[in-house]
Every structure is written in structure tokens, then in C-alpha cells.
């Protein structure tokens, strides 16, 4: 039987949900996961503290920007050494295709880097809105259009739900707190 032990972290520490959002879909779902993890706190990619000792595990929300994750985001994971860090992340297609997971995982590897001692700790994907000043820039196509289509209702109460659950079943602490916003 393989068991696979987590080392104990400090008391001190507390979970850091950093956020980019720029229609407020990804906030959405940040709000959640801030919430479902006690003392946690939310704050925009570009307010990240500076100094991120007290904080475990630092889980990153961001937008599919392009098929990118947004320069903010990319700027606020360079910060991140010796971390364990989770990713979400809200996009237009449907989260569940090979596609979109591979997308994920290539992204949040990215953002964690290689080179920093930094641990994916988990990933989540869900559907978001599409940004109409980006969709103006696209063409249409009949595929694309269903997608967008699909897109509109989410992040949806489920899409919460899920994304809650996901990161409480991680990273949730028996210890209790109250969640900050400086976001």
C-alpha cells in the first residue's frame, strides 16, 4: 500500500487565492474558492504580496487569454518559489475535451515553472463567458458561435459548487479563520 504524506504546515501559514479576471467571471469563481478554504485570502495578480512566507498553498485563478494565461497572472507566478501551488481557470470551450485539459496542464506547468522548486498541486477548468471586446476580433465560425453560445451561463452555480468542492477536498484545514479580501 503506497501512502503519500503531507509534510505539516506551520500554523502560520494560510492559503492565497491571486486572481486575474477581466470580465469577472474568474473572480467569480476565486470568491468561491476563497471561501471554501477557512483564513484563506483573495487578491488581484497585481496586488500579490510581496513577501508570501505566510501563505500555503498559493492557488492561481486566470482566464484563457488567446490560449494563454493573461501577462498579470505571468507576472505574479514569476514571484512563486518553493510553493505548493493549484490552478484554475475559466475558458470558452468546453472544459472537459482533451484539448482544454492538455491546454491546462501546459499552462499551469508554465506558470509554476520548472526551475523554482514550486509543486503543481492540483488544476481545475471550467467554462467562462467569453469577453465580447474578444470575440469581436474573431472570426465566426459556426462552431465557434455554439461554443460562445454555450459559454454565456457560466461560471454557473455548479461551476461554483464544483470548484468550491475541489479545493476544499485539497486544501480545506481543520483550523478555522475568517476569509480577507484585498483584491
Sequence with gaps: MNVIETPEKSAATKPLVVVSSRTGNTRTVAYAVRDALPGAELV??????????????????????????????????????????????????????????????????????????????????????????????????????????AAETHPNRMDLIAAAAYFAERFARSTSGSATETA
Design 44 to 149: 488581484a495578480a497585481e496586488a500579490m504580496p510581496e513577501s508570501l512566507s505566510q501563505y500555503d498553498p498559493v492557488i492561481l485563478g486566470f482566464w484563457c487569454d488567446c490560449g494563454r494565461a493573461p501577462a498579470d497572472m505571468k507576472r505574479a507566478a514569476a514571484k512563486l518559489a518553493g510553493k505548493r501551488v493549484a490552478c484554475f481557470a475559466t475558458l470558452g470551450g468546453e472544459p472537459d475535451t482533451p484539448r482544454a485539459k492538455d491546454w491546462m496542464m501546459r499552462t499551469s506547468s508554465d506558470l509554476i515553472g520548472d526551475d523554482r522548486g514550486n509543486v503543481l498541486a492540483g488544476t481545475f477548468l471550467c467554462r467562462g463567458r467569453i469577453d465580447p471586446k474578444l470575440s469581436q476580433s474573431m472570426p465566426v465560425t459556426p462552431e465557434r458561435a455554439q461554443r460562445w453560445s
